[in-house]
């Protein structure tokens, strides 16, 4: 059954989209709520929530196809900076429900703030949490 996801249905051509680019694996095209002139995403055709539900090979292309793009925005923008972003899951504020990479150009002064106040560990929390980490890791 075909997916219901926005950003399938743009894929597919369903619903018209500032493409930029694709090949057999990804999809590009401009995000249509802009935060930065050539703010660009990167999404692959096949539907994958986040980076935990897609295979290495998938993932792999949709990395390359990232390099690609960003050098195309930086390149295309001027830009001296930029951002790569992913969100993963509802919580970590992902809106659409098909893995993609955000591509940010970044200016200086351009006025754009991830707000991210530095968290301080409480007392044996970080120990735990590293302890925590590398046993899943096992
Ligand atoms: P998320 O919060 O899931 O990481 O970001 C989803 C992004 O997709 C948002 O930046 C939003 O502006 C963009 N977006 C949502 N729907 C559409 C659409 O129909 N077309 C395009 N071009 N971008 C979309
Ligand atoms: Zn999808």
């Known amino acids: 059954m075909a997916e219901e996801c926005i950003f399938c249905k743009i894929i597919r051509g369903e619903i018209p989209s500032d493409k930029i680019y694709e090949n057999k694996h990804i999809f590009s095209l401009l995000d249509n709520n802009p935060i930065a002139p050539g703010?660009?995403?990167?999404?692959?055709?096949?539907?994958?929530?986040?980076?935990?539900?897609?295979?290495?090979?998938?993932?792999?292309?949709?990395?390359?196809g990232v390099k690609k793009m960003t050098m195309a925005v930086v390149e295309a923008t001027d830009?001296?900076?930029f951002n790569i972003i992913v969100n993963g899951k509802k919580a970590a504020g992902q809106l659409v429900d098909h893995i993609h990479f955000h591509i940010i150009p970044r200016f200086k002064h351009d006025n754009i703030r991830y707000e991210c106040p530095a968290i301080k560990y409480k007392e044996g929390q970080k120990q735990e949490i590293m302890d925590r980490i590398k046993k899943v890791l096992k």
Do not use: N, R, S, W
């Open 79 to 81: 830009a001296p900076g």
């Open 39 to 64: 703010h660009t995403l990167v999404i692959p055709k096949k539907h994958f929530k986040t980076i935990l539900d897609i295979p290495e090979q998938e993932l792999c292309e949709l990395i390359k």
